[in-house]
Nanobody, 120 residues
Framework: QVQLVESGGGLVQAGGSLRLSCAAS????????VHWYRQAPGKQRELVAA???????NYADSVKGRFTISRDNAKKTVSLQMDSLKPEDTAVYYC??????????????WGRGTQVTVSS
């Protein structure tokens, strides 16, 4: 089985920074593509950032230049560095990870989410 554990959320003032992490454990052979999503109250879940298995990245226009997605394949961890945070970044953030297990089964997993609150 595979487990995803998110960490790093919290309360920060506008202009501050937070770093979210998503650690995979269990039967993890390789981590393929990784996506970070967020969902604010009353809004649909939206894609924030993505990184492929080869390290290519993509960002939502609203976070370009402020957020950085990265991965550490050896540690089986993915991160989202969030700088210059704005109140509109307030949301629950979810990691979504495509994983190939040791039995060579490829599945998509969601983290449980971590709350990010940015005060003005």
């Amino acid at each position: 089985q595979v487990q995803l554990v998110e960490s790093g959320g919290g309360l920060v003032q506008a202009g501050g920074s937070l770093r979210l992490s998503c650690a995979a454990s269990g039967s993890v052979f390789t981590i393929n593509a990784v996506h970070w999503y967020r969902q604010a109250p009353g809004k649909q879940r939206e894609l924030v950032a993505a990184i492929t298995s080869t390290g290519s990245t993509n960002y939502a226009d609203s976070v370009k230049g402020r957020f950085t997605i990265s991965r550490d394949n050896a540690k089986k961890t993915v991160s989202l560095q969030m700088d210059s945070l704005k109140p509109e970044d307030t949301a629950v953030y979810y990691c979504n990870v495509d994983i190939t297990s040791w039995s060579r089964i490829r599945r998509n997993y969601w983290g449980r989410g971590t709350q990010v609150t940015v005060s003005s």
